[in-house]
């Protein structure tokens, strides 16, 4: 299946590398259309993919079209693009947050075949959670296709539309509160005296390999936890300050927070 990509931003550039590096598409098989061409040709000239020059020549050359334009674009885009698509027959996908697949069906005009898809930004290193939502008329072939895309930079699930605020809440902000669970951890021992990029790279790798260990293990990360920590040791004493300090607490009203602000997006 041929892709086109509306957009050449941050998050198309780490999708279609993905899809690429991965060899799960052939850069021949990718095109790129951007209203500032030159976007467009430096993502064709970092992955060898195709550039398009018009809306209308990358809906003719892709089977699957993906919207990678930020959302305040789409009542613009998608009116004037719809009639090419429609006869076309061509499969949209959107990377959009907070924009349904009825929000985008409506501004088509028809019963177009819409996924929805979810990546966050840990897809730049291949490592994306990601999640994918369909309306009636997609076919299998094509969840498949999307289900190959994903996994090109991540993990991928299907997941009803209703949960996706709350999955964008988790997997959309999460990144940005374990970087700064890093950072905090890197400053801790700052203070304590070592040098911050040593310090970083302690941290990072200590939570890289804590989530694959929670990944690959049948545990619960409470029964993980309690390995951890010895009778009397220094890491229950650190579980219990954080417990004290409120840590999970904070999270909690962190993931009520985004999902609040979700809704009223």
Known sequence: MKIGFFGAGNMASAIVGGAVSSGNFKAEDISVYDIDIAKARLLSDEFSVCVSETPDSLIDFADAVVLAVKPNVFPSLLPSISKKLRENNSLVVSIAAGKTTDFIENLLGYEAPIIRIMPNINATVLEAMSAYCCSE?????????????CSSF?????????????????????????????????????????????????????????????????????ELIDKVCSPGGTTIEGVVSLQRDGFESAVCNAVDAALQKDKKV
Not at 139 to 149: G, R, S, W
Not at 163 to 187: E, H, N, Q, T, V
């Open 137 to 149: 008329s997609v076919t299998d072939d094509q969840k498949e296709f999307v289900n190959k895309l």
């Open 154 to 222: 991540g993990k991928v699930m299907p997941l009803s539309e209703n949960y996706f605020p709350l999955f964008c809440s988790i997997a959309g902000c999460a990144p940005a509160y374990a970087y700064m669970f890093i950072d905090s951890l890197a400053r801790s021992a700052v203070k304590n005296g070592m040098n911050k990029s040593v310090a970083l790279e302690i941290a990072a790798q200590t939570v890289l390999g804590s989530a694959k260990k929670i990944l690959e293990s049948d545990e619960h990360p409470w």
